[in-house]
T-cell receptor, first 113, second 113 residues
C-alpha cells in the first residue's frame, strides 16, 4: 500500500523567511503532484513533477523530486502572507492502470507579518 | 482551462433523506473521483470511475453509491443521509493518458441535521 507522508503538518513562519515542506512516499513512483488549498476552498494544482530531478518554480515556490530517495520538497522563499494555505502532495503508482492519487495529509502554512 | 463544476456549494439535508451530489467536467476526462474532506483526516476517496458506467470503490464507500451515465457527469448518492456524513465533498477529474493530474471542483459543503 502506497503511503505518503508530509512534514511538518503545521508550519508557522514569518514573512521574509525561507522554509521547506517535505513529502516522502513509500513505493516506486516518478510522478508527484503538489496542490494548494485556501481555507473553505477546493484544491488547486500547483506543480506536476514527472521524473527524477524534476524542478518546477513559480513565484516564491519551488518544487523538486528525487525518485531514488522517494522524496519531494516544496521550498518557500521569502514568504508572504498570501502564501498562507494548506499544501498537499500526491503520488500515483507509475505504470499502473490504477488512476488514483494518494494524498499526504497536508501542511497548513501560516505566514505571519 | 479545465472546468469541474459541482451542483451546489452548500447543502443542508435531514437525516434519512436521499441526497444527490452532481459533478460535471468539460474536458473529456475519462476518470472522475469523489472525495470527502474532514478536519484532521485529509482527503478520503469514496468512489471513482474510469469510464462511463464503470465504478470502483475507494477507501470509504459505505453509505454511498455513484452513477456515471455520461462521460462528463459523475453523481454521488447518499441513500439515507446520516449526521456522520456531514462533510466537504470534492469532485475531481483526470485524463487516462499517463499523467494523472486531478482537477478539482469547488466542493459541496453538506450538513446533515
Amino acid at each position: 500500500e502506497l503511503k505518503v507522508e508530509q512534514n511538518p503538518l503545521f508550519l508557522s513562519m514569518q514573512e521574509g523567511k525561507n522554509y521547506t515542506i517535505y513529502c516522502n512516499y513509500s513505493t516506486t513512483s516518478d510522478r508527484l503532484y503538489w496542490y494548494r488549498q485556501d481555507p473553505g476552498k477546493s484544491l488547486e494544482s500547483l506543480f506536476v513533477l514527472l521524473s527524477n530531478g524534476a524542478v518546477k518554480q513559480e513565484g516564491r515556490l519551488m518544487a523538486s523530486l528525487d525518485t531514488k530517495a522517494r522524496l519531494s520538497t516544496l521550498h518557500i522563499t521569502a514568504a508572504v502572507h498570501d502564501l498562507s494555505a494548506t499544501y498537499f502532495c500526491a503520488v500515483d503508482i507509475s505504470g499502473g492502470s490504477n488512476y488514483k492519487l494518494t494524498f499526504g495529509k497536508g501542511t497548513l502554512l501560516t505566514v505571519n507579518p | 482551462d479545465v472546468k469541474v463544476t459541482q451542483s451546489s456549494r452548500y447543502l443542508v439535508k435531514r437525516t434519512g433523506e436521499k441526497v444527490f451530489l452532481e459533478c460535471v467536467q468539460d474536458m473529456d476526462h475519462e476518470n472522475m473521483f469523489w472525495y470527502r474532506q474532514d478536519p484532521g483526516l485529509g482527503l478520503r476517496l469514496i468512489y471513482f470511475s474510469y469510464d462511463v458506467k464503470m465504478k470502483e470503490k475507494g477507501d470509504i464507500p459505505e453509505g454511498y453509491s455513484v452513477s456515471r451515465e455520461k462521460k462528463e457527469r459523475f453523481s454521488l448518492i447518499l441513500e439515507s443521509a446520516s449526521t456522520n456524513q456531514t462533510s466537504m465533498y470534492l469532485c475531481a477529474s483526470s485524463f487516462s493518458g499517463g499523467v494523472y493530474e486531478q482537477f478539482f471542483g469547488p466542493g459541496t459543503r453538506l450538513t446533515v441535521l
